[in-house]
């Protein structure tokens, strides 16, 4: 086991709260150690990682949470997809807020997610609706890219003959585009505020990558070295992933899933294989303590009734950190996420939002999936199958979640909250590591020695 390495996935459906745990954890260790690393591996600009320091909050989207840690040097790795003007866009509103994070790298392998794939995607979705649910941020057709022997990388966007390889991609792009009916340059495509904005022509499109080429120059390396030589070392390693298990296209339910390897094997293909995530010491799931979310057209057996779904998401602002979109609410779904768990062989768990707990109604977790016999059955990441279980629940007693937003100990906790995290615990096999309550730093239990 490597000491001091902690990686950290969504247990459940994305939006569980990583941001907050990765800069706790990153805070934590910068207390202690003058250099640590945070490592992305996964995803793109779909992701919105919410972090409040000091009352000031900020959403990331490409840019590891930890990165605005003393001390961090944070890689954006291989396995992600990235859009520079976005990119650019982020470092500003952190270089604003925070000051300029100094030490970031970017992989010179990581593949470039750009306009093309946005224009491409939104046309696929008119024709087609497979995509339907995406966030429209092309990530999706970036990753295909791969698969397709197409990929256009951030070393190529800084070669010198960068120009070539991008004016090759865009007409790739505008060809996939004619083919389905639509003209590239007239498609509206997202931009990372949430506005829209036409495409644009060729020209258009390398002026801008052009413009971020040379302010994201000093930024892209080889990791290589500096990954091999930190990890034979003593250095904290901290790697954050992006989305959830259940959003993985080959643990999710279709067509709600996203592209990337959202569980630590991620961490192994992104690292090239140096990293393999057996030898991390502590892989931690994140989940939200007493219910889940998600958006999509996937339906769990586990439906929370609309009364109390609808109070939840108003109180925990269940709305889509980078689209805005209204999320459906779940109890917490034990066969699902004990599938999840073992497929990503989790250690720990690290809960947020127990505070989303009212006296009067209890939580109700579902345990168990049956089929109409009356037999017990496990999940399975398919839709049809889904449709035919029913949810067996088991209910615990409540508690009041205001009363205990800002907790530091586990014991200070009300006892119905403490014997409920307990059980969670149980019922996944795993142990607690950390529980966030409430969005600040500090509003935290800490568990695990560090
Ligand atoms: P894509 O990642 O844009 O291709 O979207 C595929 C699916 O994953 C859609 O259902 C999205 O809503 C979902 N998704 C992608 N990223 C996130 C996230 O960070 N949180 C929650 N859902 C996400």
Not at 70 to 80: D, Q, S, V
Not at 226 to 231: M, T, V
Not at 405 to 416: C, E, W
């Amino acid at each position: 086991m490597r000491k001091n390495s902690f990686a950290i996935i969504g247990g459940q459906f994305g939006d569980e709260g990583k941001g907050k745990i990765v800069d706790e954890i990153c805070a934590a260790l910068s207390r202690k150690h003058e250099k640590i690393i945070v490592y992305r591996w996964n995803g793109g600009a779909n992701a919105g990682h919410t972090v409040i320091i000091g009352g000031q909050k900020i959403v990331l989207h490409n840019i590891p949470s930890g990165a605005l840690t003393k001390g961090a040097i944070a890689i954006l790795g291989k396995g992600m997809v990235i859009h520079p003007m976005d990119l650019l866009k982020e470092l500003m509103d952190v270089t604003e807020k925070f000051g300029f994070p100094k030490n970031l790298i970017i992989d010179e392998m990581a593949t470039l997610s750009l306009d093309t794939h946005r224009a491409f995607e939104s046309a696929l979705k008119e024709r087609e609706e497979g995509g339907a649910g995406s966030t429209g941020r092309g990530i999706a057709p970036a990753y295909a890219d791969i698969v397709l022997r197409h990929p256009v990388r951030m070393r190529d966007l800084v070669s010198e003959n960068w120009e070539v390889i991008l004016t090759k991609h865009y007409d790739l792009y505008a060809s996939f585009t004619k083919g389905l009916g639509k003209d590239i340059s007239e498609i509206l495509v997202p931009t990372v505020s949430g506005q829209a904005k036409k495409m644009g022509s060729k020209e258009t499109f390398l002026d801008q990558l052009m413009f971020a080429r040379n302010l994201l120059l000093p930024f892209i390396k080889n990791v290589d070295g500096l990954l091999k030589e930190n990890w034979i070392g003593t250095t904290p390693f901290v790697f954050e992933g992006a989305q959830g298990v259940g959003l993985d296209p080959r643990w999710g339910v279709y067509p709600d899933v996203t592209a990337s390897e959202t569980t630590f094997s991620g961490i192994h293909s992104s690292t090239e294989g140096l990293i393999d995530p057996v030898n991390i010491e502590y892989k931690i799931a994140v989940y939200k303590a007493t219910y889940m979310s998600s958006v999509g057209k996937r339906v769990l057996p586990s439906k929370m009734k609309e009364t109390l779904a609808e109070k939840i998401r108003k109180d925990a602002n269940e709305f889509g950190a980078t689209t805005g979109r209204p999320r459906d609410i779940y109890h917490i779904d034990i066969p699902a996420l004990s599938y999840f768990k073992s497929v990503s062989r989790v250690t720990h768990m690290a809960l947020t939002h127990l505070d989303v707990s009212y006296k009067s109604v209890p939580v109700a977790l579902c345990v168990a999936y049956k089929v109409g016999g009356g037999e017990y059955v496990p999940y399975r990441p398919d839709q049809k199958y889904l449709d035919k279980v029913k949810p067996v629940y088991k209910s615990f007693q409540s508690w009041e979640g205001k009363n205990m937003r800002g907790a530091t100990k586990f014991i200070n906790l009300p006892k119905p909250a403490r014997e409920y995290v307990k059980s969670l615990a149980k019922l996944l096999g795993l142990k607690t590591f950390m529980i966030s309550t409430g969005p600040e730093r500090n509003s935290l239990i800490t568990f695990s020695p560090r």
